[in-house]
């Protein structure tokens, strides 16, 4: 247990590094950053955005049991595992969001420019809410057509983000289960990924640091449990030895 806890915490101390400078940093997000870089960041961020991450989901689950080589059933019972860390800690988003009812910072934004109250704003249905958003917009010609979509589509509360809950939980499992299996190349990709999800979050106007901070330690306390759970019933993340040696041998020869 000691060495899961170890591997998570470590993968989450490399999230948290971004999202912790620029909370202490004193950023503030202002809409009118480049456009091609926001389209790039929207492409990323929509990877978790349903439906995408339906997909992401999907194939992260395909890879990480074909890294982890597991039998059949043991197989099953980890992308059981998987599927329900991250649908645990959606449901946890989703609750704390109702409790704490933290606006976005786009919607503090409208408040400031367009004379939206806050309250007011989170007093209507949410369809309302995206029809006033996309109303409130039409002309506002700083903002790209694709993010005053999302916006539209994204008028919930703010604390914690779900979608670094979901992006963190996977880099953190790459972490917990592939690094025994010297899957750094893996591993690296799926931190990198998680933590431009986060950014994206970030310079979209959809969130402020401390939600990505909260969200991220929220998902290393799930991933820890669901880690040590897939040891207990899928049995070790170690390769024997012999295998050990293959895998090894095949990272030499740039497999």
Same mark, same amino acid.
């Not at 899961?4 to 948290?16: D, F, K, N, P, S």
């Not at 978790?48 to 080589?69: D, E, K, M, S, Y």
């Given at each position: 247990?000691?060495?899961?806890?170890?591997?998570?915490?470590?993968?989450?101390?490399?999230?948290?590094?971004?999202?912790?400078?620029?909370?202490?940093?004193?950023?503030?997000?202002?809409?009118?950053?480049?456009?091609?870089?926001?389209?790039?960041?929207?492409?990323?961020?929509?990877?978790?955005?349903?439906?995408?991450?339906?997909?992401?989901?999907?194939? +992260?689950?395909?890879?990480? !049991? %074909?890294?982890?080589?597991?039998?059949?059933?043991? @197989? *099953? #019972? &980890?992308?059981?595992?998987?599927?329900?860390?991250?649908?645990?800690?959606?449901?946890?988003?989703?609750?704390?969001?109702?409790?704490?009812?933290?606006?976005?910072?786009?919607?503090?934004?409208?408040?400031?420019?367009?004379?939206?109250?806050?309250?007011?704003?989170?007093?209507?249905?949410?369809?309302?809410?995206?029809?006033?958003?996309?109303?409130q917009l039409a002309q506002e010609q700083?903002?790209?057509?694709?993010?005053?979509?999302?916006?539209?589509?994204?008028?919930?509360?703010?604390?914690?983000?779900?979608?670094?809950?979901?992006?963190?939980?996977?880099?953190? +499992?790459?972490?917990?289960? !592939? %690094?025994p299996r010297r899957r750094t190349l893996?591993? @690296? *990709? #799926? &931190?990198?990924?998680?933590?431009?999800?986060?950014?994206?979050?970030?310079?979209?106007?959809?969130?402020?640091?401390?939600?990505?901070?909260?969200?991220?330690?929220?998902?290393?306390?799930?991933?820890?449990?669901?880690?040590?759970?897939?040891?207990?019933?899928?049995?070790?993340?170690?390769?024997?030895?012999?295998?050990?040696?293959?895998?090894?041998?095949?990272?030499?020869?740039?497999?």
């Amino acid at each position: 247990m000691l060495a899961i806890v170890r591997r998570t915490a470590a993968g989450a101390a490399i999230l948290l590094i971004m999202p912790v400078i620029v909370w202490l940093s004193g950023w503030a997000w202002e809409p009118g950053h480049d456009t091609g870089w926001l389209k790039l960041l929207y492409a990323i961020t929509e990877t978790v955005t349903q439906p995408w991450g339906i997909i992401t989901h999907g194939v +992260l689950c395909a890879w990480f !049991l %074909w890294c982890l080589r597991f039998r059949l059933r043991p @197989a *099953i #019972v &980890l992308f059981t595992i998987l599927a329900c860390a991250i649908l645990a800690g959606q449901g946890v988003k989703s609750w704390m969001k109702g409790w704490v009812q933290e606006p976005r910072p786009f919607v503090v934004w409208l408040e400031k420019t367009h004379h939206i109250p806050v309250d007011t704003f989170y007093t209507l249905k949410r369809k309302a809410r995206g029809e006033l958003v996309k109303e409130q917009l039409a002309q506002e010609q700083t903002i790209p057509a694709f993010l005053r979509k999302h916006w539209q589509k994204e008028t919930g509360f703010a604390f914690p983000s779900g979608h670094t809950m979901f992006a963190a939980s996977w880099a953190m +499992l790459a972490v917990g289960l !592939l %690094w025994p299996r010297r899957r750094t190349l893996t591993i @690296a *990709i #799926v &931190l990198v990924w998680a933590i431009s999800v986060m950014g994206s979050r970030l310079l979209l106007g959809m969130h402020w640091p401390r939600d990505l901070v909260v969200a991220t330690l929220l998902s290393w306390l799930l991933v820890t449990c669901a880690t040590w759970l897939a040891q207990r019933l899928c049995g070790p993340l170690t390769p024997p030895p012999q295998e050990d040696k293959e895998i090894a041998q095949r990272e030499e020869e740039g497999v």
